[in-house]
């Protein structure tokens, strides 16, 4: 897509200065913070959501929170996307059919979208506990497991920088990273990551996804509304995500003790 968007900076991060106390003593020393700030989105004009995230990747995240809610049923219904910067954060301003828009109404947030919380603002249960959509299982064998678990950390240079963000990847079947987007929050990651596998034309059903963080609600609502056939998480997912992958059909594995734990 051809979308006009202001420059903005690269940076993610800023260095503080601090004192690091070890049992040795005392000692001045920086540290890198990411940056998070409030990016409000819009769409025809009209404020949608305000989420908390870090201001990198926003066209990414623009499409992903807009098919990830079901704004969108594809990339091609995002028509236009237009990112400013404003005094305290960034205003992002997606173009789309207005029926599309009027079928999503119920899914406006009426609270800020906190860096922990995806459904922050959600109006009502029936807007949390929408139905999944049906995706095809894949199975990736324990090896390429562990191989995508061990690239998603080797692919999140911001969080080597801070040690405090999230991320979330796109692996092939044989474990191999093809993909990888970070935020502050684990639910903005995977936003960022399947919307630019939707602007890439990466299709979900080559490979897995692979989250550094515990696999949730809206992680496995925003992963099967992606069409992916099967998730890894660093932590267990909850019993209700757990519940809500299985009804969609998709499969859910986390890091274990000595190998890799599968919910069949």
Excluded at 158 to 172: D, E, I, V, Y
Aim: proline share 4%; aromatic share 4%; hydrophobic share 45%.
């Amino acid at each position: 897509m051809g979308l006009p968007v202001e420059q903005m900076s690269d940076e993610a991060s800023s260095v503080v200065t601090g004192r690091l106390v070890t049992p040795a003593g005392e000692t001045e020393a920086v540290w890198h913070l990411p940056d998070e700030a409030p990016v409000a989105i819009l769409y025809n004009g009209g404020q949608f959501a305000v989420m908390m995230a870090t201001a990198q990747d926003i066209e990414d995240f623009a499409v992903g929170f807009s098919l990830t809610e079901g704004i969108a049923d594809m990339i091609a219904d995002v028509e236009d996307i237009r990112i400013a910067e404003a005094a305290d954060g960034v205003i992002v301003n997606i173009l789309i059919d207005p029926a599309k828009l009027e079928r999503a109404e119920g899914r406006r947030r009426t609270l800020t979208g906190r860096s922990g919380c995806g459904l922050c603002g959600a109006q009502s249960l029936d807007a949390v506990m929408q139905p999944l959509r049906k995706v095809k299982t894949v199975k990736p064998n324990a090896e390429a497991v562990e191989a995508a678990l061990v690239g998603l950390k080797a692919n999140q240079p911001m969080n080597a920088l801070n040690k405090s963000t999230h991320a979330a990847g796109f692996a092939a079947m044989d474990g191999s990273i093809k993909l990888v987007r970070e935020d502050i929050g684990r639910h903005n990651a995977l936003d960022k990551l399947i919307g630019a596998m939707a602007r890439q034309g990466t299709d979900p059903q080559s490979g897995f996804f692979v989250i550094s963080s515990r696999f949730s609600v809206e992680m496995a609502q925003k992963s099967a509304s992606a069409g992916a056939g099967f998730a890894v998480s660093v932590s267990a997912p909850s019993a209700l995500a757990l519940k809500l992958a299985r009804r969609a059909g998709m499969g859910v594995a986390c890091r274990a003790p000595g190998g890799v734990m599968y919910f069949d």
